[in-house]
């Protein structure tokens, strides 16, 4: 599994169609919209839907909107995308986003330690005069973040052969350069493969878990007390009462099959 996405198990919204809501738990909004970019395109490369879903916002009212905050009523939630299509097709595109996440994420990296290594270069003095350690630290994120989009537009295709650094200008301003340079170095990413113990894998969370029974169940003897009833002459006389099986174990949910799936 990968740390950029969480992946639920699937459950079955039509006959033979399923469906996945992905969440991307990056810590900044900015990664995480990138994140359901990924996943976005990705998904359309495999042939399936796609939908971002509508948050609601828990502080609106129409006052609110009208006379108070200006609140909004809701927005996408660009943290979670739903994805709907085929059960083979639904898994190779699971088993591939995981894999294609992490490569744009270390396109990302790579793009980040060339900025570093001119940072500490002659070249790179003149730009670096009126910088301190803070800037730096914040020039070096906006950088990644900066390189990481284009990456991600890359994967679209978009991703242009670059005419080369200018010296001109400081590097971080030049992040579409450098994550063309990372791209070519890597030949790019390739978003259909899928290794097959993966999509096995996903397969198999797709299919209902059925309760074996002699797991869940076992059988147990209760002996229950009788209680004395009363009779015409005031002597109380012994009711028998049967010695019956209880059956006792774990209780699990029916996962259904069109939309009811844990």
Same mark, same amino acid.
Request: aromatic letters at 8%.
């Given at each position: 599994?990968?740390?950029?996405? =969480?992946?639920?198990?699937?459950?079955?919204?039509?006959?033979?169609?399923?469906?996945?809501?992905?969440?991307?738990?990056?810590?900044? %909004?900015?990664?995480?919209?990138?994140?359901?970019?990924?996943?976005?395109? *990705?998904?359309?490369?495999?042939? *399936?839907?796609? &939908?971002? $879903?509508? %948050?609601? @916002?828990?502080?609106? &009212?129409?006052?609110?909107?009208?006379?108070? @905050?200006?609140?909004?009523?809701?927005?996408?939630?660009?943290?979670?995308?739903?994805?709907?299509?085929?059960?083979?097709?639904?898994?190779?595109?699971?088993?591939?986003?995981?894999?294609?996440?992490?490569?744009?994420?270390?396109?990302?990296? /790579?793009?980040?330690?060339?900025?570093?290594?001119? %940072?500490? &270069?002659?070249?790179? =003095?003149?730009?670096?005069?009126?910088?301190? $350690?803070?800037?730096?630290?914040?020039?070096?994120?906006?950088?990644?973040?900066?390189?990481?989009?284009?990456?991600?537009?890359?994967?679209?295709?978009?991703?242009?052969?670059?005419?080369?650094?200018?010296?001109? /200008?400081?590097?971080?301003?030049?992040?579409?350069?450098?994550?063309?340079?990372?791209?070519?170095?890597?030949?790019?990413?390739?978003?259909?493969?899928?290794?097959?113990?993966?999509?096995?894998?996903?397969?198999?969370?797709? *299919?209902?878990?059925? $309760?074996?029974?002699?797991?869940?169940?076992?059988?147990?003897?209760?002996?229950?007390? &009788?209680?004395?009833?009363?009779?015409? @002459?005031?002597?109380?006389?012994?009711? $028998?009462?049967?010695?019956?099986?209880?059956?006792?174990?774990?209780? /699990?949910?029916?996962?259904?099959?069109?939309?009811?799936?844990?």
């Amino acid at each position: 599994m990968s740390a950029y996405v =969480e992946i639920p198990r699937p459950y079955e919204s039509a006959p033979g169609r399923f469906t996945v809501d992905l969440v991307f738990p990056a810590q900044s %909004k900015r990664r995480a919209k990138q994140h359901h970019d990924v996943a976005w395109t *990705l998904a359309d490369v495999h042939g *399936l839907e796609m &939908s971002t $879903p509508y %948050k609601v @916002n828990p502080r609106w &009212s129409i006052y609110e909107e009208k006379w108070g @905050n200006g609140e909004r009523h809701g927005w996408l939630d660009e943290r979670r995308l739903r994805v709907d299509g085929p059960r083979r097709a639904l898994a190779r595109y699971l088993a591939a986003l995981t894999r294609v996440l992490d490569a744009v994420e270390g396109l990302a990296t /790579r793009a980040v330690r060339a900025f570093g290594a001119l %940072k500490r &270069s002659v070249a790179a =003095e003149p730009h670096l005069e009126y910088e301190d $350690p803070a800037t730096m630290r914040v020039r070096s994120r906006e950088f990644r973040a900066d390189a990481l989009s284009a990456l991600v537009r890359g994967l679209r295709g978009a991703v242009p052969d670059g005419p080369g650094r200018d010296s001109s /200008r400081p590097l971080w301003e030049q992040y579409g350069t450098v994550a063309a340079e990372v791209w070519a170095e890597v030949g790019g990413v390739d978003l259909t493969e899928a290794p097959e113990e993966d999509v096995a894998a996903h397969l198999a969370r797709m *299919l209902p878990e059925e $309760p074996e029974q002699g797991q869940l169940f076992a059988v147990q003897d209760v002996t229950v007390r &009788s209680t004395p009833a009363p009779t015409t @002459n005031g002597l109380a006389t012994a009711v $028998p009462v049967p010695v019956v099986p209880l059956l006792a174990g774990t209780w /699990r949910e029916d996962p259904g099959r069109y939309g009811t799936a844990a």
